[in-house]
């Protein structure tokens, strides 16, 4: 059986920011009683736990983005290393 609905509201409203909803269906069931676990180990509503997982998640920039900045700066840097001068220089540290 799926777990219910994870809500926010996000919008303008006549005098402030709402939140946005979020529904999340057809989780599983020992995905939902993990979350609540955790939320449990924390003192935290499922609602607050999985708030504070989305935010953590947002904060961070996607592995897409780490490479992305990568891919730019080698650009830049007009450099190149091959794969074996990188294992040649690891090697030559172990000695």
């Known amino acids: 059986m799926a777990w219910g609905v994870l809500r926010f509201w996000w919008g303008w409203w006549d005098n402030g920011w709402v939140m946005a909803q979020i529904t999340i269906r057809n989780v599983p069931e020992a995905v939902r009683d993990e979350l609540k676990a955790r939320a449990a180990r924390k003192r935290q509503s499922m609602q607050a736990f999985l708030l504070g997982e989305l935010e953590r998640i947002v ?31 690891r090697d030559e540290g172990r000695r």
């Open 59 to 89: 904060s961070k920039p996607s592995i897409e983005e780490l490479m992305e900045g990568v891919r730019k700066r080698l650009a830049k840097s007009n450099t190149h290393v091959t794969a074996e001068e990188i294992l040649r220089a």
